[in-house]
């Protein structure tokens, strides 16, 4: 069992940053992948990133490729999400994942744990 909390989110102007943070329970994180994944008023929840379970490799949607950095810490049990040039188009509530597939997966469905949550809110 793995519980997930995030924190950081908050109103940022365009252009702007912030870091997410997600801190897990559980003595197996470092054997799960660690996903973020966002979802809009309205909308569906879509992949955001994924860093492996070793931290050595990661995957980012097209849309936030370039600006999204996504890291972890194995030691802290922590996994982060560093998002620089923020746009409007990038207010949603924000959610880390874990996984026990070690391939990329960008399907909510291939997720076993879900945080609660964290709005970031984008003004233009």
């Known amino acids: 069992q793995v519980q997930l909390v995030e924190s950081g989110g908050g109103l940022v102007q365009a252009g702007g940053s912030l870091r997410l943070s997600c801190a897990a329970s559980?003595?197996?994180?470092?054997?799960?992948?660690m996903g973020w994944f966002r979802q809009a008023p309205g909308k569906e929840r879509e992949f955001v990133a994924v860093?492996?379970?070793?931290?050595?490799?990661?995957y980012y949607a097209d849309s936030v490729n370039g600006r999204f950095t996504i890291s972890r810490d194995n030691a802290k049990n922590t996994v982060y999400l560093q998002m620089n040039s923020l746009k409007p188009e990038d207010t949603a509530v924000y959610y880390c994942?874990?996984?026990?597939?070690?391939?990329?997966?960008?399907?909510?469905?291939?997720?076993?744990?879900w945080g609660q949550g964290t709005q970031v809110t984008v003004s233009s």
């Open positions: 860093r492996s379970w070793s931290g050595g490799s990661a």
């Open positions: 994942a874990a996984t026990r597939y070690h391939s990329v997966v960008t399907g909510h469905s291939g997720y076993d744990y």
């Open positions: 559980g003595r197996t994180f470092s054997s799960y992948n």
